[in-house]
């Protein structure tokens, strides 16, 4: 009953998204204000519709009722309750429905938020978020029911991937969704300024909001992503450059790209069809990695049960709606006008620097996920597309990038000085140097390229650093002073600092990481001692144990360092006897600096574990500098100014002895 | 404030080409991964690299334990005749789902069937063999080795080759009856001659 | 076809037990110079039944036979380069995670390069059409209750935005 009631209002939400897709549109083209005004109840009411049945589709999995065919097919009864409701988006259809969910949320949030916009603008963005709507409740219906009934009725579901039950993996789909599909918002934004026919500078603060919102959530969903495969694959091993994380991770460099251009736009009424290219392009991304993962034409660990059916479903949609905003560009960009000039020196300049490095930075991941697919459609044979790749040319990418992001903040609008900007960065180059030195001289390898890669984090760091000093007059006004300017600063510039040194920590957690992992794999028997990076690993022993639906083996390390007690490690190897599954839970200690990880894996004849002990530096570093780019975003979202909404036009100040404006 | 410099914005202004560029290049893209889809290539399946060299060298012992068999399978006894190289194991579901096939190849005249035993128990091998129906002239047992050397990545597979001893077809996973029929046995006609 | 290619995937994924550990202490080779090797070689090659991890990583049964073979045969004396060649004899180009060089890669090695200068041309020809100086006719000259005017509104300009 509650699963035919969620099925209903699933398709009422379609019929609904039908109808804001469309009455908005065409009254805004007839500038019909009744017409309009149905936008905001209709987006509301979908997202209402939509939460039933995504409520419904849980109600479902928390009572086990097998007798629906995605519950029996991803649920099983012995699974713990937070693992039955996160398996709601576990899987195809469930996620599926977890996308428009999200969907129908932003989408409800710009109706009840929107105040402040033109109403045509507000009108038309609705009506292609209900557009969107359409196709994917429609891809729902027809292709990927979530509330198909299953007779005859199990008496058990076939359980769920052992991997996935998990919290790490557990809220990675929300926030990356969350984040996937916020961008959608920025695509709505730029389809309703081509209909309408200008971008005005106010566009670009509207859309920010959004985009940041998007954007932060993207982070944080990327992260818990790598977090999760860092300590649970069992080897330290965190990014793979797998086609589905390139999907998730594709969209955030583009929509990075985007933050910084709409700023430009906003500012100096430039680059402005630069800009809307950008939002389509973005929600685009987001939309051809829904296919990757879901259409079987990529060979993924993550991909779900691949069905060519409706690989080819989403396909349709991709084209009318990438082709379609893509055709509307081509014919009404042309029109738009800008009006702000600057030289190439300059932040302006130095924003386009960023767009031209991130866009070429997207495209590479792009050409890597897709070649081997392309090459074998034409018949060139099937090669792999792996790490390496991306190594070599993602990284010489990003190195002038970073340089550029501690020197471009420094540059005055319109025209700057670049070597004022240098000399100003001079204790940043002094540190990064020192870093250097530093690295060199400690490591015993002499990574070169690793010693490189702390020094960009430090020159960004510092140099962003130097830029909120500068701005408050740090050192050259007296202290108080300097306070009251820094309180007087606008939260969006304290989220770029924040922001940008986050991503500094990130680059040095990377770094370290990548070069200076200690590793040591061996058999061990109960009582003996390993040395790793200066920690003692003392092996305790196995001992057995059972959780709600698997059995277990834990294995103890007492760590030591120069004798003194540092943590008790206890490692596990889990087995799931319904999926005939084995999966290890590596113990993990963290310093802050780094990571003690300790994996065991099976016993040989001689009374002796396979062990494997790993030191990781500045692992960390990755997860807490995501945190503080997305503490970053959110600083910036709370400025004022998107609170605040799009300023009156001021009255017009009569210049003194003004001559009427030149014919 | 946009008459004023209208100057600086339409001169030069970047022609209409560029605007259309992103849907052209789209295009191009989805039309090469809806060609993809439509063709049911399976991104899956690795072709082979072996296909017209001569087999491998190798040379296995027969399933331990295994009574009344000729001594394992070697390289030498794939010359001679059309010889149909299946890689099986008694773990393998798929390889069940294939054997009514395997069997129908068995009783080909003119032809041998031989069978390499992956990665298998002997006595599991023993009793599945002699549950299902035993289509093999010669069984070889792999460790693993001999898989790598044919470039098995998955089973079941299987290998036609022609007299001379030169692998002239792969096949990856299950011989469904049809592809007996319309792939197969077509080859096998045509390697006979 | 594709219901028995997922039959297929069924038992190359029951093969693959994806998180346990890849590199077993009995794999080691005692020579620390010769297991760097085999590491670094491990991690180039991609482990085929598993989806996009090298063999260095997966421990699915091919991906395990695959480093035994490697540590095989650079004990038995093989350079690096011959030992990956034994193995794309057997597997083909799509064994190798860093694709060759050749002319079927051509878009793909520099493809990355050479969208950076024509994009990097584009923006230099959009720039040089943004400089002020370009902006047309040159305004009117200001008159003095005008500078006096500007003059004030800079003097208020804080910094940055």
Redesign the interface.
């Known amino acids: 009953m509650i699963a035919e009631i969620g099925h209903f209002a699933l398709i009422l939400a379609a019929l609904l998204a039908v109808v804001q897709g469309t009455v908005p549109l065409v009254g805004a083209a007839r500038g019909n204000d009744p017409l309009m005004a149905l936008a905001k109840p209709a987006a509301q009411a979908q997202f209402l519709l939509i939460a039933v049945a995504f409520g419904a589709l849980t109600y479902a999995y928390v009572v086990s009722d097998f007798s629906i065919a995605n519950v029996a097919q991803n649920s099983h009864s012995a699974k713990p309750l937070l693992y039955k409701i996160t398996g709601v988006w576990a899987n195809h259809e469930g996620s599926m429905l977890l996308w428009v969910l999200i969907l129908a949320l932003f989408g409800a949030a710009l109706a009840s938020f929107g105040r402040n916009l033109p109403p045509t603008l507000h009108a038309r963005a609705l009506g292609v978020q209900g557009l969107i709507g359409v196709a994917f409740l429609a891809f729902l219906l027809f292709s990927s029911n979530p509330f198909e009934r299953l007779t005859p009725v199990p008496l058990d579901g076939s359980g769920l991937n052992p991997l996935l039950q998990d919290p790490g993996l557990a809220f990675h789909p929300p926030f990356l969704y969350l984040g996937y599909v916020g961008f959608s918002m920025a695509f709505s934004f730029a389809i309703a300024a081509l209909l309408e026919g200008r971008v005005d500078p106010a566009w670009a603060r509207w859309v920010r909001p959004w985009t940041l919102a998007a954007w932060s959530c993207l982070t944080v969903g990327i992260a818990l992503g790598s977090w999760w495969a860092y300590y649970e694959l069992g080897w330290g091993g965190w990014w793979f450059w797998d086609p589905v994380e390139n999907a998730s991770f594709m969209p955030w460099i583009a929509g990075a790209a985007l933050l910084h251009s709409s700023i430009v736009v906003e500012k100096r009424d430039t680059l402005k069809s630069w800009t809307v290219l950008l939002a389509i392009i973005v929600f685009s991304l987001s939309l051809v990695g829904t296919f990757l993962v879901r259409s079987g034409v990529l060979t993924s660990v993550h991909a779900f049960a691949t069905d060519p059916q409706r690989g080819l479903f989403i396909l349709a949609i991709l084209v009318v709606t990438i082709g379609g905003s893509l055709t509307l560009y081509a014919w009404r960009a042309p029109q738009l006008r800008a009006t702000g000039s600057f030289r190439p020196v300059s932040r302006e300049g130095a924003l386009v620097l960023n767009n031209l490095l991130l866009t070429v930075a997207t495209a590479t991941v792009f050409i890597g996920t897709l070649y081997p697919l392309v090459l074998d459609a034409v018949g060139g044979g099937k090669i792999s597309v792996g790490a390496p790749y991306f190594n070599a040319t993602f990284i010489p990418i990003m190195t002038p990038l970073v340089m550029a992001m501690a020197i471009g903040p420094m540059l005055a609008w319109k025209r700057g000085d670049l070597w004022a900007a240098l000399g100003r960065l001079k204790l940043a180059l002094g540190a990064a140097l020192a870093v250097v030195a530093l690295t060199l001289w400690l490591d015993s390898a002499r990574d070169i390229l690793a010693a490189m890669g702390m020094a960009l984090a430090t020159w960004l760091f510092v140099g962003t650093a130097l830029e909120l000093a500068g701005r408050i007059k740090l050192g050259r006004a007296p202290l108080m002073d300097s306070l009251r300017r820094a309180a007087g600063l606008p939260r969006a510039a304290y989220g770029m600092t924040v922001a940008h040194m986050g991503f500094a920590i990130v680059i040095a957690g990377i770094t370290a990481s990548s070069a200076w992992q200690t590793e040591s794999i061996q058999f061990m028997k109960p009582g003996e001692t390993t040395n790793v990076a200066g920690y003692d690993f003392r092996f305790l022993g196995v001992k057995d144990g059972r959780g709600p639906n698997y059995t277990s083996q834990f294995g103890s390390f007492a760590v030591t360092r120069g004798g003194r007690p540092v943590a008790t490690l206890v490692a596990e190897k889990r087995f799931y006897p319904v999926q005939r599954r084995q999966t290890t839970e590596a113990a993990i200690h963290t310093t802050w600096l780094s990571d003690l990880y300790a994996v065991i894996g099976d016993a040989n004849k001689s009374g002796g574990w396979s062990v494997r002990l790993y030191h990781n530096p500045l692992v960390p570093w990755i997860w807490i500098g995501a945190l503080v780019m997305f503490a970053g975003g959110l600083t910036s979202l709370s400025d004022r100014r998107h609170r605040v909404g799009a300023p009156r036009r001021a009255r017009p100040v009569a210049l003194a002895g003004s001559a009427p404006a030149k014919a | 404030m946009s008459d004023m410099s209208d100057t600086a914005t339409t001169r030069g202004r970047p022609s209409r080409i560029l605007f259309v560029l992103p849907v052209l290049l789209f295009g191009v893209l989805a039309a090469v991964i809806a060609y993809f889809m439509l063709t049911g290539r399976d991104p899956r399946l690795l072709p082979s690299t072996l296909i017209d060299k001569p087999a491998p060298e190798f040379s296995l012992p027969p399933i331990a334990g295994w009574q009344g068999r000729k001594p394992g399978l070697a390289t030498a006894d794939l010359k001679g005749k059309v010889t149909v190289v299946n890689f099986f194991a008694s773990w393998c579901v798929p390889c069940l789902a294939e054997h009514p096939q395997v069997m129908a190849l068995s009783k080909i005249k003119g032809i041998q069937v031989v069978g390499i035993n992956h990665k298998d128990r002997p006595a599991a091998a023993k009793e599945w063999l002699t549950r299902h129906g035993n289509p093999y002239a010669r069984i070889g047992a792999d460790a693993g080795r001999a898989a790598i050397e044919w470039g098995v990545y998955g089973m079941p597979e299987t290998f036609i080759l022609d007299k001379t001893g030169r692998i002239r077809f792969k096949h990856v996973g299950v011989i469904r009856p049809e592809t007996l029929k319309h792939k197969l046995l077509p080859i096998i006609r045509d390697l006979q001659k | 076809?594709?219901a028995?290619?997922?039959?297929?995937?069924?038992?190359?994924v029951?093969a693959f037990?994806?998180?346990?550990?890849?590199?077993?202490?009995?794999e080691?080779l005692k020579d620390p110079a010769l297991e760097k090797r085999a590491r670094n070689i491990s991690k180039?090659l991609?482990c085929?039944?598993?989806?996009?991890?090298?063999i260095d990583?997966s421990n699915a049964?091919?991906a395990r036979?695959?480093r035994v073979?490697v540590r095989e045969r650079l004990t038995a004396g093989d350079s690096d380069k011959q030992v990956v060649g034994f193995v794309?004899?057997?597997?083909?180009?799509?064994?190798?995670?860093?694709?060759?060089v050749n002319a079927?890669?051509f878009?793909?090695?520099f493809?990355?390069l050479l969208?950076?200068l024509l994009?990097?041309a584009?923006?230099f020809v959009?720039?040089r059409?943004?400089?002020?100086e370009?902006?047309?006719?040159a305004?009117?000259p200001l008159?003095a209750?005008?500078e006096k005017?500007l003059d004030a509104l800079l003097a208020d300009d804080g910094?940055?935005?």
Do not use: H, K
Not at chain 3, 19 to 25: D, G
Not at chain 3, 48 to 54: A, E, G, I, R, Y
Not at chain 3, 134 to 137: C, E, I, L, Y
């Open positions: 076809m594709r028995l290619a997922a039959l297929l995937m069924l038992v190359m029951a037990v994806p998180a346990a550990l890849a590199v077993e202490p009995n080691v180039r991609r085929l039944v598993c989806q996009n991890q090298s990583d049964g091919l036979d695959l073979l794309v004899a057997r597997y083909g180009d799509f064994v190798l995670l860093r694709p060759p079927a890669t878009v793909l090695w493809g990355p969208i950076l994009a990097g584009g923006v959009f720039l059409r943004r400089r002020p370009s902006a047309g006719a305004a009117r008159d209750a005008e005017r910094p940055g935005s």
